[in-house]
T-cell receptor, first 113, second 118 residues
């Protein structure tokens, strides 16, 4: 069973479009995260949610909006996509806010043309 | 703010040889330290972690790491590498939220790309 899953695995779209990436975890964790990995493989946290509540919102354009319908899901919606949004986006989860051990999904490679 | 430095962007090791990947961190308190591995096209897998206690921690796949507070380091080692170890390795530090509790996400180093020569 996949612990943290993301869909789609690959996403190719044009500038200006709106797209969503979905993330689900079946670990019963309370806290979920979105990270962005750029072309140089540098990973940076974007958001974290704890029990559906936004905890961390790093300096990310407001075109990025996370949505957590329940604590097992954290989706990432991106409006008006730009070339610079091309990256691999990773979802992760941890037991709770006090747990630093995070489990990562397989990533979604977003290519904006 | 915390930071992580992995000084080696690429490392090439012969199969069967020993390996050490370097990681230095900057953080004002006792850090929570991690090593993750990312195989090509895959997500990140946790190799090992240090929270407290014994400064030499054992992980999966035969890896170990040693926390040295005096050097602000958490280097990853393996006595004998296998071709399947070729991957990207990330060191990370966990930090507390400024409000006094909780995980502030992980801060990652820029990764070390490990190449295994036959």
């Amino acid at each position: 069973d996949t612990a943290v899953s993301q869909t789609p695995k690959y996403l190719v779209t044009q500038m200006g479009n709106d797209k969503s990436i979905k993330c689900e975890q079946n670990l019963g964790h309370d806290t979920m995260y979105w990270y962005k990995q750029d072309s140089k493989k540098f990973l940076k946290i974007m958001f974290s949610y704890n029990n559906k509540e936004l905890i961390i919102n790093e300096t990310v354009p407001n075109r990025f909006s996370p949505k957590s319908p329940d604590k097992a899901h954290l989706n990432l919606h991106i409006n008006s996509l730009e070339l610079g949004d091309s990256a691999v986006y990773f979802c992760a989860s941890s037991q709770d806010l006090l747990s630093y051990e995070q489990y990562f999904g397989p990533g979604t490679r977003l290519t904006v043309t | 703010a915390q930071s992580v430095t992995q000084p080696d962007i690429h490392i090439t090791v012969s199969e069967g040889a020993s390996l050490e990947l370097r990681c230095n961190y900057s953080y004002g308190a006792t850090p929570y330290l991690f090593w993750y591995v990312q195989s090509p096209g895959q997500g990140l897998q946790l190799l090992l972690k240090y929270f407290s206690g014994d400064t030499l921690v054992q992980g999966i796949k035969g890896f170990e790491a040693e926390f040295k507070r005096s050097q602000s380091s958490f280097n990853l080692r393996k006595p004998s590498v296998h071709w399947s170890d070729a991957a990207e390795y990330f060191c990370a530090v966990g930090a507390l939220l400024s409000l006094g509790g909780g995980a502030d996400g992980l801060t990652f180093g820029k990764g070390t790309h490990l190449i295994i020569q036959p």
